[in-house]
């Protein structure tokens, strides 16, 4: 919830790592095999949650995320039929997991779209043009930074109804201006670059220097921070369900499980548990992809 | 560094002219160009959050009196609390009152003053409690791991603080409960209220403060690991110490630490406004009497004096933090004690 927001925080790359002189062989292919099993482990995860989500209902049958029979309520983990239980109503807690986890990634996956995006036209607008137009933007995000996310967030639920949509719209308002400080950052350092003075001195034109020069530079940086900041989104977005702000029942959602699971915490557990794990998997499986990447991709 | 080198310009030209010396230290200086700075970001943010709750269906009379009431006695009502006054009436009501120390009425007909008066000092304490130990626990953690990159601690503090990025705070404060407060029986479920002795206040903010101060020990413990061991590959001045046979803590300590501490305090005064999201989940969790509960409350409520101060005091924290890392940097940096550049 509480994320630095590195202003120029990458695109500087540092000067290339020395040279690894006097190192051997299989000390340079043990480091080859760790790089890439550091990018596919997460990403291979990541992949079989979202199949998890999407995919598996499609293959097989599962019992309905919503409706649940009273007589089979409260069934333990590892019951017959259900495997991973039924919470007090007699509802699957796996189907809830896979039909919640499938709002989850719908609203990252937004949310992190619209935020890019947007963001990105605002940070490089006011990031190259300079002048007032950067001194407004500039000003427009700063309050938007400063200003409480969940409050918004809660507001726009409280006024216009609860629903997923909603949900999207509130988070995406707190993570343009995320995306347009770092882009503006981004695009403040390449600006000043001999190459970007070239490319002024040939005439290219504003829009040409922008899409062919300073977008295809700051995308990988761009790229790593949506990683980093999908950990947030998720866990916001699990937290306005936990509040009973969120996408609203009867669908299943991760936070509002665990805002069930709660009432009977001290006897079963499990109903807190095993939605906080998949939060939990999601996440670690997103940032630990977002590190590799920007190892890979040097940036900082 | 930016800043660093903005305020080594500051200090240039303060040396330049004796007369602009006179104008106070460039730390003073600096102050109160935040402060100015931050006037419209205040104004800005509460004006903002004005706005959306004046946009929101306004039903807050008929939210007091109820379904039944009739039209003429929520008509009065709203007259009553000012809410049929033009917008900008209304938010120019509000901060004239607020520049003269007035906070306003709350919907429930409490005074927000005293409201405050009550619960910030709890959040604030509470807050205290989830930030400091935190901080100097990852200070500790960072240190030994950057002692030995790739090492056993190192690998250890990385899964630890990837753990702290990735948990979703409520959901830890769940697994806290049930494990220190069901299982171990160790601190009370509830907070309810953070006492008045060292004990009961430790008895009743621990969970709550370990459920917010986690993952800012992730991050700060990821940050500061990172940087110190990029400086000791990286820096000429810890080759230069290492080759004048300085032992290994103590470069690592005074040379690397002391400027990796200047990364770590930015980013401490930058994340202390956005607290307010996990301060209002992790009090409703524990319900603890603070600020945070009353912004939830608050927001149900359309208690829009109430959520206002609550925004103002969390926006008055993110310059005030920021502000203090400008003067920890001060302290931090000779270059800038004394008001000129060395280099």
Same mark, same amino acid.
């Given at each position: ?115 890019? $995006? ?148 001290? $006897? ?33 | ?129 989830? +930030? ?27 899964? $630890? ?32 209220? $953070? ?124 310059? +005030? ?23």
């Amino acid at each position: 919830m509480a994320a630095p927001l590195p202003e120029a925080a990458f695109v500087a790359a540092g000067p290339p790592p020395p040279l690894p002189s006097l190192v051997s062989s299989r000390k340079l292919r043990t480091q080859r095999l760790g790089r890439t099993l550091r990018l596919w482990i997460p990403a291979g995860l990541l992949l079989a949650l979202l199949a998890l989500c999407f995919v598996w209902p499609l293959v097989y049958h599962i019992p309905s995320s919503t409706n649940g029979n009273i007589i089979n309520a409260d069934a333990p983990p590892l019951s017959p039929g259900a495997w991973l239980g039924t919470d007090q109503n007699g509802v699957d807690e796996f189907s809830q997991l896979v039909y919640g986890g499938q709002v989850s990634f719908e609203v990252f996956i937004a949310v992190t779209a619209i935020g890019m $995006v947007l963001g990105s036209c605002i940070g490089i607008i006011a990031g190259y043009f300079g002048g007032w137009v950067d001194a407004v933007l500039s000003r427009v995000l700063d309050i938007l930074i400063a200003f409480p996310a969940l409050v918004l967030a809660l507001a726009i639920a409280e006024g216009l109804g609860p629903s997923e949509f909603h949900v999207i719209l509130a988070i995406s308002v707190f993570s343009i201006p995320a995306f347009g400080r770092v882009t503006r950052g981004a695009t403040l350092v390449l600006r000043e670059l001999p190459f970007m003075v070239a490319a002024r001195l040939a005439g290219a034109r504003r829009w040409r220097i922008i899409l062919r020069h300073i977008v295809p530079n700051i995308l990988p940086g761009i790229l790593t921070f949506s990683l980093l900041g999908i950990g947030i989104v998720i866990i916001l977005e699990g937290a306005l369900d936990f509040l009973g702000y969120g996408v609203p029942p009867p669908t299943a959602t991760i936070g509002a499980m665990i805002a069930n699971g709660q009432q009977t915490m001290t $006897v079963t557990p499990e109903y807190v548990l095993i939605p906080s794990i998949f939060l939990l998997l999601v996440v670690v499986s997103v940032n630990m992809l977002g590190d590799a990447l920007r190892e890979r991709w040097g940036v900082q | 560094m930016a800043l660093v080198q903005q305020i080594q310009l500051q200090g240039d030209s303060g040396a330049r002219g004796s007369a602009r010396r006179l104008a106070g230290s460039p730390a003073l200086r600096l102050v109160g160009r935040r402060l100015l700075a931050a006037i419209p970001v205040l104004i800005g943010v509460t004006f903002l959050t004005f706005s959306v709750m004046n946009a929101l269906p306004n039903d807050t009379a008929q939210a007091i009196l109820g379904l039944q009431a009739s039209p003429a006695a929520v008509a009065a009502l709203n007259h009553t609390l000012g809410l049929d006054q033009p917008f900008f009436t209304q938010y120019w009501h509000w901060l004239s009152h607020v520049l003269q120390g007035n906070l306003g009425t709350s919907v429930q007909g409490a005074s927000v003053n005293h409201e405050l008066a009550v619960h910030l000092p709890v959040t604030l304490e509470l807050l205290a409690y989830a +930030l400091l130990v935190p901080l100097l626990f990852s200070i500790i953690v960072a240190v030994l791991a950057a002692r030995k990159p790739n090492g056993l601690m190192d690998r250890f503090s990385l899964a $630890v603080s990837m753990l702290g990025l990735s948990i979703a705070p409520y959901a830890f404060a769940f697994i806290l409960i049930v494990v220190f407060a069901v299982k171990l029986q160790w601190f009370p479920v509830i907070s309810g209220s $953070v006492g008045t002795t060292p004990v009961s206040f430790l008895k009743a903010t621990t969970l709550p403060a370990a459920a917010i101060g986690f993952p800012l020990f992730a991050i700060y413990t990821r940050l500061l690991r990172g940087d110190l061991v990029e400086q000791m590959q990286r820096e000429d001045y810890i080759v230069t110490a290492k080759a004048k046979g300085v032992p290994p803590w103590r470069v690592l300590i005074r040379h690397a630490l002391r400027n990796s501490l200047f990364t770590l305090i930015t980013v401490v005064g930058l994340n202390l406004g956005g607290l307010i999201g996990a301060v209002a989940i992790i009090e409703t969790v524990f319900t603890v009497p603070g600020i945070g509960q009353d912004l939830l409350t608050g927001i149900s409520n359309r208690d829009v004096p109430l959520i206002e101060a609550i925004v103002l005091v969390f926006a008055i924290m993110t310059v +005030l933090g920021n502000l203090l890392a400008d003067l920890a940097y001060a302290v931090l940096d000779p270059r800038i004690r004394y008001g000129r550049s060395t280099s």
